[in-house]
């Protein structure tokens, strides 16, 4: 097989932007980082020298790692972090996947800055199921702060503070000219009348989930989370943190400048949203005095726009790209999701904020879980994560206010090989409702079905779409609702599951899962490489 190599320098840089200037963590220098370009069947390798204070690690955000947990990058769960000072090198096939990932920094908030576009082109030989764009265009959607971000950090996730929210979007590293000291921080993309072209959107903010719009153009969606959906078109897309999204534009309007604008989507709007980021569709020819006009985005807590943009997915399920969805479940898992107030004796206002699955706070161990699993090392974690509440409850009722009870622990959900898992997350109001992206690692799922309220065990089943659901990596559990996924455990290791807003993450909103190595060959974890980085 073909060997991309890539080197990544983790390097501090000064930038400015908002009328701040401040260093920042970057890849060789760049913010975003580079994109990695492969091919479906490639080897990567990606050799991570890390030059600054802060020991980190890399995650190949949707890539799959068969057998390959060692490659996939989680600070604690699968390798312990890079120390400053050394290098590690992420190998790994890239297999049975096609289409747009990314790859951030996956330890504190580090990824706010260090994060890139993964392009997967198919086979070679191989078409695009939709017709072939004249060009392509990645576009990062992000969140700049003009302070400190690791400051921030620390008041979110030590002090239990809701802390500052970022100072504004950026598309491409750059928040457009609607903020100051902006004009040269603007990002532009060319286009020629008549002709289609592919925009890979990712979202790398830390925190916002974010509508997106072109004025003036609509977009069909033809991917997400690297795969292929049913065609289907829109003026505005919902992405979410970690969520990737292809679009096919057609610039079939006339020849002028248009915004392209990205704002959140808070449906219990807290702040005043004046972040909005903007970036420019230009077509040849016309001179940059134009004033382009902005385009009609849904409203802030467009909550009926995201269920219905939601329900529209589907996967493909064609002869070439089928759905292999689960028909059978071999094991039944029921997560609440809470957010909650705990006390805390040495806290400002003697409490902190947390989050928590089945009412368990997760606890990052001291060395890495995929590491104790493999080696055997006892004391490291326990594999008794609750498959459901231990009391079920009216888990979108009234707010059942200070949940005081929130556990802490490294727990984990054995998983046997092979088996057939179907996993309800439901939002709950321990203390608010909210919608929250959540991420597995080491698989796609199905998203068989979702809903609003309490989920029903012996009713919403009946409603699942087990023909053609979209399968990703990343799904909205929407506000006070329930979404039900499904996936074959057919990729040993430990794998993370989490809350990727990283606010949430710091809280304790997530958990691992331990998927036993199966009885045949290549059936079991792959050994580690030489130079994985000790703790
Ligand atoms: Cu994109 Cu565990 O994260």
């Known amino acids: 097989s073909i060997i991309k190599k890539y080197k990544f320098d983790i390097q501090m840089k000064n930038v400015s932007r908002l009328c701040h200037a401040k260093p ?3 890849v060789n220098g760049r913010y975003p980082g580079p994109t990695v370009y492969a091919r479906e069947g490639d080897r990567v390798q990606v050799t991570v020298t890390n030059h600054v204070q802060y020991n980190l690690s890399i995650h190949w955000h949707g890539l799959k790692q068969h057998r390959n947990g060692w490659a996939d990058g989680p600070a604690y769960i699968t390798q312990c972090p890079i120390q400053t000072g050394s290098s590690y090198t992420y190998d790994f096939n890239v297999t049975g996947q096609r289409g747009t990932l990314w790859w951030h920094a996956h330890i504190l908030w580090l990824r706010v800055t260090v994060h890139g576009a993964i392009v997967i082109m198919p086979k070679l030989g191989t078409p695009f199921p939709f017709p072939q764009p004249a060009r392509e265009f990645e576009i990062l959607l992000g969140e700049w702060w003009n302070n400190d971000v690791e400051e921030i950090e620390k008041q979110g996730t030590q002090r239990g503070l809701a802390p500052n929210i970022s100072d504004a979007h950026t598309i491409n590293g750059k928040p457009g000219p609607l903020f100051p000291c902006s004009e040269k921080h603007t990002y532009a993309m060319e286009v020629e009348q008549g002709k289609s072209y592919l925009l890979r959107i990712i979202n790398a903010a830390l925190n916002d989930e974010l509508f997106f719009a072109i004025a ?30 292809n679009v096919l534009v057609h610039a079939n309007n006339a020849p002028c400048r248009y915004f392209m604008a990205a704002r959140t989507f808070e449906d219990v709007p807290l702040t005043v949203d004046n972040k909005t980021a903007t970036a420019i569709l230009q077509y040849k020819g016309v001179p940059n005095t134009v ?21 529209k997915l589907r996967s493909l399920n064609s002869d070439k790209y089928p759905a292999n969805v689960p028909l059978k479940v071999d094991r ?10 705990n006390p805390c004796p040495t806290c400002v206002n003697g409490t902190r904020l947390v989050a928590s699955l089945n009412n368990v706070s997760f606890v990052l161990p001291q060395t890495a879980l995929l590491q104790a699993h493999y080696f055997n090392l006892k004391g490291v974690f326990s594999t008794d994560f609750p498959d459901r509440p231990s009391k079920p409850f009216n888990y979108t009722g009234a707010p059942l206010k200070a949940n005081l009870a929130t556990l802490k622990g490294t727990r984990l959900s054995k998983i046997a090989f092979n088996s057939t898992v179907e996993l309800v997350l439901q939002d709950t109001n321990l203390l608010t409702v909210e919608s929250h992206p959540f991420h597995l690692h080491g698989y796609n799922f199905f998203v068989v079905g979702t809903g609003i309220g309490n989920f029903n065990a012996s ?13 990703r990596n990343t799904v909205g559990v929407p506000t006070g609702g329930w979404v039900a996924i499904r996936f074959r455990a057919d990729n040993p290791g430990v794998w993370f599951m989490h809350c990727h807003l990283e606010l949430h993450t710091g809280w ?28």
Do not use: R, W
Not at 217 to 233: C, Q, R, S
Not at 332 to 341: A, P
Not at 459 to 471: H, M
């Open 459 to 471: 009713k919403d089943p009946a409603n699942y779409n087990l023909v053609d659901p979209i399968e």
């Open 24 to 26: 920042i963590v970057t």
């Open 216 to 245: 003036g153009h609509n977009m069909t969606v033809v991917e997400v989370d690297a795969v292929y959906t049913k065609p289907f078109t829109t003026n505005s897309i919902i992405i979410g943190p970690g969520q990737t999204t």
């Open 332 to 341: 039944n898992l029921f997560y609440t999701i809470g957010l909650g107030m």
């Open 291 to 311: 004033i382009p006009s902005l385009p009609k985005l849904p409203a802030i807590n467009d909550s009926a726009f995201v269920l219905s943009y939601n329900k």
């Open 508 to 535: 304790g909103l997530k958990m691992a899962f331990v998927v036993e190595d199966g009885p045949e060959k290549h059936q079991s974890v792959l050994p580690p490489p030489k130079d994985l980085p000790k703790c």
